[in-house]
Each structure stands twice: as structure tokens, then as C-alpha cells.
């Protein structure tokens, strides 16, 4: 049961410049995390965002929270041909079952 | 990296063999999941696990079964495997509550049966 959903779906941009993803969920959370899986490869989690948070940043990634809207937004600044990869955003709610529900994630890809 | 290892990487097999495919943490995780992945990504909670002898079924029904006799290693069986089982099968765990602590996860299986 997919509970975020990245926005958008795909996206392709030089090598230098600021991607910005986007996360929609529907039910209140706990914690809102973001995650990187290479091409063929297992997803790492980069960052986890409480509810009560709005903003926090991990070397170049700035996460911000807004739980009025429901939504999150990944940041990478100054951006690499390393950073290509697909982000998928993933939620924990409220109803204390304890489990990381993800989106379908978004396909970026850095162009040199 | 990762203390997380499931093997085999790949695997083609044919229709109706018995597989299993390994997962193994080195961490102390009580906690283990099995997520199937589909090509347009989404990820589908199908097996978890919060100790020695405890399973459950994820969000996703599957003709899998998993089993937890030691809390290093999470198998996954399929007794007889379908073309509809072809997917990429990724493990996980975590050291706590997820209100609290993200997953760690392997590098996934690509299984194919032909």
C-alpha cells in the first residue's frame, strides 16, 4: 500500500546544478525518510525527518517537511555524475504499526 | 557499506524448481524485511520479521516463505517457482522502531525464471 509519492517521476539535469525532488503522502507520520538505490543495487537510507521537524540537511542534501500540506522535498545541491540514481521517499504514520511504507521513487540522472 | 549480504546476486532458473534465496546481517538486527521489487519500482512489503521464530506476512501476498531460526539470517523459499516470481527481491533490516531508525538493505537478488 503506497502511501508517498515522488514528483516527478524522472529528471534530468547538467551536472552542477540543484535537483529538487518532491514527496506527497496521505495519512499522518511519525517520520519521513529518503532513501538512494543505484541502478541494480539495494537502497541506503540518507535521512530521516521527524514530524516535528521542517528542515535538515546532511552534507549537500537539505530536506524540508511540511505536514500542513503533506509533502517533503529533497534538495542535492551542486550536483554529481555520482548522484545518479533513483530517490524514493518513505513514510512512517501514525497508527503504530511500525513499518517504512516507500513511493515509487524518482529517476535522476546527472548529465555530464 | 552495509553489513547486510543476500545471495545470489542473480539467478535464472526454470519453472516448478524449489530456490531460496539467502539473507544475512551481521549487525544484531532484530528486525528483517523482504521487499519485492517491480521495473517501475515500486517496492512491496511481502515478509517480516522481529526476532528468532517470529514471521509475518507483508502488504503483498506471495507464494513465498521465509523463516527466522537465527537473528543473523532471514531465508526466503519459493517451492515452486512461477514466471510471475521474476522480480528483484531486496532484504533489509533495522536496529529499532522505524519511528526512530531507517532500513538497511542488501543488494538484492535478480531472479528470473524462464
Known amino acids: 500500500s503506497q502511501q508517498g509519492e515522488e514528483d516527478p517521476q524522472a529528471l534530468s539535469i547538467q551536472e552542477g546544478e540543484n535537483a529538487t525532488m518532491n514527496c506527497s503522502y496521505k495519512?499522518?507520520?511519525?517520520?519521513l525518510q529518503w532513501y538512494r538505490q543505484n541502478s541494480g543495487r539495494g537502497l541506503v537510507h540518507l535521512i530521516l525527518?521527524?514530524?516535528?521537524?521542517r528542515e535538515k540537511h546532511s552534507g549537500r542534501l537539505r530536506v524540508t517537511l511540511d505536514t500542513s500540506k503533506k509533502s517533503s522535498s529533497l534538495l542535492i545541491t551542486a550536483s554529481r555524475a555520482a548522484d545518479t540514481a533513483s530517490y524514493f521517499c518513505?513514510?512512517?504514520?501514525?497508527?503504530?504499526?511500525?513499518?517504512?511504507?516507500f513511493g515509487k521513487g524518482t529517476r535522476l540522472h546527472i548529465l555530464p | 557499506e552495509a553489513d547486510i549480504y543476500q545471495t545470489p546476486r542473480y539467478l535464472v532458473i526454470g519453472t516448478g524448481k524449489k530456490i531460496t534465496l539467502e539473507c544475512s546481517q551481521t549487525?544484531?538486527?532484530?528486525?528483517m524485511y523482504w521487499y519485492q521489487q517491480d521495473p517501475g519500482m515500486e517496492l512491496h512489503l511481502i515478509h517480516y520479521?522481529?526476532?528468532?521464530?517470529?514471521?509475518e506476512k507483508g502488504d503483498l501476498s506471495s507464494e513465498s516463505t521465509v523463516s527466522r531460526i537465527r537473528t543473523e539470517h532471514f531465508p526466503l523459499t519459493l517451492e515452486s517457482a512461477r514466471p510471475s516470481h521474476t522480480s528483484q527481491y531486496l532484504c533489509?533490516?533495522?536496529?529499532?522502531?522505524?519511528?526512530?531508525?531507517?532500513?538497511?538493505f542488501g543488494s538484492g537478488t535478480r531472479l528470473t525464471v524462464v
Open positions: 525527518i521527524r514530524s516535528n521537524e
Open positions: 518513505a513514510t512512517v504514520s501514525m497508527n503504530r504499526d511500525d513499518k517504512i511504507i
Open positions: 549487525m544484531g538486527h532484530d528486525k
Open positions: 520479521s522481529y526476532g528468532v521464530n517470529s514471521t
Open positions: 495519512t499522518s507520520i511519525n517520520n
Open positions: 533489509a533490516s533495522s536496529r529499532g522502531t522505524a519511528v526512530n531508525y531507517g532500513y538497511t
